[in-house]
């Protein structure tokens, strides 16, 4: 028999069987691994204690346990597990080990796709990314580069899926060169992030427009100056032809922000960003905003899929097997 373990999430108990996965795969790994410019795969099917490592793309990619082991649940899309993030702890690659994950530049294109159940979005959580925030308002130290956060209600997006990019690394800068107290520049779906239930979530940025999808669509969502505080002219008068620059999607247009010693090594001195998962670097610390919840799968593309592709490789995810199987 199985050893049982049980572990404590906000309004449940899961028993988590620790010595055998009770339920296979439901979903399937080919369709990640056959669409074109994959980068990174984690299935997490690793034990707690191991690193967990990436495959497809080119390069192996290796998330170290930060804050303890990170226990294994026995549900999951592609590995039929999944990881349980207790909001003190973390997975991270350090940034001299990012490799093709570093994707920054003018012209650099990024996607990220994710599998998860996530608990308690009172408060800003991550997904994944390379963003390192600095000390909090007015910092300009960050490193900033491509992140998928949840609940970002500075700019209109409590509780709703809100993919960032930073050009800067910093705060945000207008076009005078005043700049914002944080980064501004992130997308914000219409829908809230679903909680304790299964889900996919989903960005991508062609160069130009960050665009955020809850469970394989677009969610569009047109801006509400006024009420998503985003009247400020930068929202309203910097985007397209001296247009908006939206919601959903969201102009960005000024590229992503590469980390280089010789230039950021005084006005940057924490360095370029660690890739995490499951937290990010902000006010100062790495776990203030933890994520809890199961990732049971992550992905991360150097150029942007199509609305075709994020919905491929949704459905390849199968959410509604996963959703019976927590009903057993």
Known sequence: MPTLRKVFVPSLVIILTLNGCTNGPVGDTSVFLNTPDLVAFWTFGEEAGQQRTSVGGSQPHSLSEV????????????????????????????????????????????????????????????????????????????????????????YGGPKQLVPHISAEGGVTMRADSTKFPWCADYAATKQEVPEERWCTLAFTYDGKYIKAYIDGVLDERAP???????????????????????????????????????????????????????????VGEMLGEATIGYFGGLAVFDRALTDEEVLKVHEASNIAALRKLDEK
Request: proline share 7%.
């Open 224 to 282: 509400d100056p006024v009420n998503d505080k985003r009247d400020d002219p930068y929202f309203m008068q910097e985007g397209p032809g001296g247009a908006n620059r939206g919601m959903n999607p969201y102009y960005h247009g000024r590229g992503i922000f590469c980390y280089d010693p010789e230039i950021h090594g005084d006005t940057k001195p924490g360095g370029g960003s660690d890739f995490t998962v499951g937290a990010r670097y902000a």
């Open 67 to 154: 804050g303890g082991p990170i226990a294994r649940a026995d549900v999951g899309p592609f590995s039929g597990y999944s990881a349980y993030f207790d909001g003190k702890q973390y997975l991270s690659i350090p940034y001299k080990e990012t490799g093709d994950l570093n994707i920054c530049g003018p012209d650099a294109q990024v996607s990220m796709f994710a599998v998860v159940k996530i608990y308690d979005l009172r408060q800003s959580r991550t997904i994944a990314g390379m963003w390192s925030e600095g000390k909090g308002r007015d910092d300009d130290s960050g490193t900033r580069q491509y992140a998928m956060l949840m609940n970002m209600p500075t």
